[in-house]
């Protein structure tokens, strides 16, 4: 009879603490994610771009106007018109009129210049030169109208479906919007598809030949502060406010890889994290909010690298092809991004259709990869076919026909 006494005092004295043993964080609970810091933006977010994964956010799908974030677009589309060798580098291209007459931010070229493509595009992007963006629109468009449809063709193809283009430079328009989701994903897109030609974003100081030296310097003072921000954009009109959307690289020799059996050290990794600050209130406030949501995500998230490129990830059994298995995985490292110190917490699962029934071409859709810390739910991964599976001969389908049938 005591020890039951004792068993319910015990079990009292729990139930009434409990609020507050979880209100301290001293009771078990389950994995959530970092509390962003406050940030004195409009709307912002944060990516984790080796991750592929969101790591904060706040009325990312609210529009807004992009100001000159409106290059990114423009550049986009240079960059494309490079590998395609419709233009060169050291082609010179005329400055027009209009080009000319831009008002705002300028690279101040005029139209008895003949200004290499190299220099338009530093003009663009170091000192966000409108008359260097017209100029570059109208090489590579004919007309700036023309380029403009250019512009919200591509934002279509890539799913940027808030975002409405009116022209390649980002001076107030009507109708002139995005949203911080649409900006982040054509950022990603940039840093990924043209990787020969995102360095000029890193560049300090730029001044073409002959033009006033008062507007050299890169707005985007990261670059001044931080040695591992590489880029990316600044954008500045009264509507808008002021917007930078912030890169960094970092190397961790701690970047971890779930092994077979434990989490081990694969040597040095590399971490590119991206931020999205828009309508700050002024030049030096989006640089400190946008410096601190990157140091806040490299500190309060680590990255795993579950699996390297083209490794398994499972390897199913298919039905109805010349091979009777299939390897699932990504051509890219598979890697995510865990609240730091919670490495050992994590879990995967993976979804499939099942069965696996040939025809299966390399690349294909298969499935998904299910990742878990603790009771914290990731965003899933897909998975793809890193071989074809071919149909086998009418024999063998229909003898998998009646395996299956069996089974």
């Not at 590579?140 to 430079?169: C, D, H, I």
Request: charged letters at 20%; glycine letters at 6%; hydrophobic letters at 45%.
């Amino acid at each position: 009879m005591k020890r039951l006494i004792q068993t319910l005092q015990k079990s009292l004295r729990l139930w009434v603490l409990a609020p507050w043993l979880t209100m301290f964080g001293l009771a078990a609970t389950a994995q959530t994610a970092p509390a962003p810091p406050e940030v004195a933006a409009r709307s912002y977010l944060l990516m984790d771009v080796t991750a592929n994964q969101l790591l904060a956010e706040r009325d990312i799908d609210t529009p807004v106007e992009p100001a000159s974030l409106t290059k990114l677009m423009t550049a986009y589309l240079v960059f494309d018109a490079l590998r395609a060798k419709k233009l060169d580098l050291n082609q010179r291209l005329p400055v027009s009129e209009l080009a000319w007459r831009m008002p705002g931010s300028r690279m101040f070229i005029d139209p008895k210049m003949q200004v290499p493509v190299e220099d338009l595009i530093k003009g663009m992007i170091v000192q966000s030169g409108n008359d260097a963006t017209v100029a570059l629109a109208e090489g590579v468009g004919g007309t700036l109208e023309r380029f403009v449809q250019l512009m919200n063709e591509q934002a279509k193809a890539m799913g940027l479906s808030k975002t409405s283009y009116k022209n390649p430079e980002g001076l107030t328009a009507p109708g002139h919007t995005t949203t911080a989701r649409d900006l982040s994903v054509l950022a990603v897109r940039l840093i990924k598809d043209f990787p020969e030609y995102t360095p000029y974003y890193a560049i300090k100081k730029y001044r073409y030949p002959g033009t006033p030296a008062s507007n050299e310097t890169n707005r985007n003072l990261l670059l001044l502060r931080d040695a591992t921000v590489d880029g990316l954009k600044t954008g500045h009109t009264e509507a808008a406010g002021y917007c930078l959307i912030a890169t960094a690289q970092r190397n961790f020799p701690n970047l971890l890889a779930m092994a077979a059996t434990a989490n081990t050290p694969t040597g040095p990794g590399s971490r590119r994290l991206l931020s999205v600050v828009l309508g700050a209130s002024s030049e030096v406030s989006r640089a400190n909010e946008s410096q601190k949501l990157l140091n806040w995500g490299y500190t309060a998230f680590e990255a795993v690298r579950l699996f390297d490129a083209g490794q398994p990830v499972s390897t199913p059994q298919v039905w109805k092809g010349k091979q009777n298995s299939l390897r699932l995985g990504q051509t890219r490292a598979i890697v995510v991004a865990v609240p730091t110190g919670s490495a050992n917490k994590i879990t995967t699962q993976i979804s499939r259709p099942d069965p696996l029934v040939a025809p299966i071409t390399q690349g294909q859709a298969v499935g998904m990869l299910k990742v878990k810390v603790g009771e914290l739910a990731l965003p899933d991964i897909p998975l793809q076919a890193l071989d074809d599976v071919q149909q086998a001969s009418a024999l063998g389908r229909a003898w998998d026909a009646v395996r299956l049938w069996i089974r």
